[in-house]
């Protein structure tokens, strides 16, 4: 780093800590009752700004350290009962939502809308999906998966929406990549962790994917390695 970049970040520094000192936490010349709804309107400040679901440590920097975060959240989604959106806990955050059964009315009107997922062709949407289950998972598995080629595109398309990130190398021939889902697929479906996917089994009884064919695949890369 030159002179000029670290003394930049001295001042960043500097100016971050006097912030911390400024700003007030634990609002003790507050009565208990003041205090927790001036808690509660900075929880709900914060959470409505952000793009993305708001982590428990995120919160927990603009109230007191004794602060109950998940109280906080309980009485916000109750005094949110009886509005057209709500708040839920999603990829290890937490969000507002429309709710469910005003997705016509948004529809109609034809607002734009923030957040959600890409739109994604048929075909992109089961490549996702194949990801989410099998994941890491390489390119070749998943065109074993669908029995035709997954092309670079499909995959450059979804990791362009941030739907789909770089895993791990395979230990196959060749060290190919593989591919993962992120945070912003879970916040996308509404999902909190890979566990909310649906049950694979009704998607195999379907015929919509199969654990078979990319369990072949991995078989006959892995029989390939060992006979090189």
């Known amino acids: 780093m030159t002179m000029a970049g670290s003394s930049a970040a001295k001042a960043r520094r500097k100016a971050n800590a006097a912030d911390e000192r400024l700003f007030d936490r634990e609002l003790e010349d507050l009565p208990p009752e003041l205090r927790w709804r001036e808690w509660m309107l900075r929880v709900e400040a914060v959470i409505f700004a952000s793009t993305e679901p708001v982590t428990r440590e995120t919160l927990a920097r603009v109230v007191g350290k004794d602060c109950s975060i998940d109280l906080l959240i309980d009485d916000l989604q109750e005094e949110l009962r009886d509005r057209p959106y709500e708040l839920v806990s999603v990829a290890g955050g937490w969000q507002h939502r429309t709710r469910v059964r005003f997705g016509d009315t948004i529809r109609a009107s034809s607002a734009p809308t923030r957040g959600g997922a890409a739109a994604l062709s048929e075909f992109e949407a089961m490549v996702l999906m194949a990801v ?12 074993k998966i669908f029995g035709k080629e997954v092309s670079r595109d499909t995959i450059g398309s979804l990791r362009g929406v941030g739907l789909l990130a770089s895993g791990p190398r395979s230990p196959t021939p060749g060290a190919p990549y593989t591919y993962v889902t992120t ?3 879970l916040s996308a479906f509404g999902m909190e962790t890979l566990r909310d996917l649906p049950d694979i089994e009704a998607l195999e009884d379907a015929g919509l994917l199969g654990r078979a064919a990319v369990q072949e695949e991995r078989v006959s890369a892995e029989a390939e390695s060992e006979e090189e």
Do not use: A, D, I
Not at 132 to 143: M, N
């Open 132 to 143: 989410g289950y099998f994941q890491p998972v390489t390119r070749g598995e998943l065109s």
């Open 183 to 185: 945070k912003h697929f």
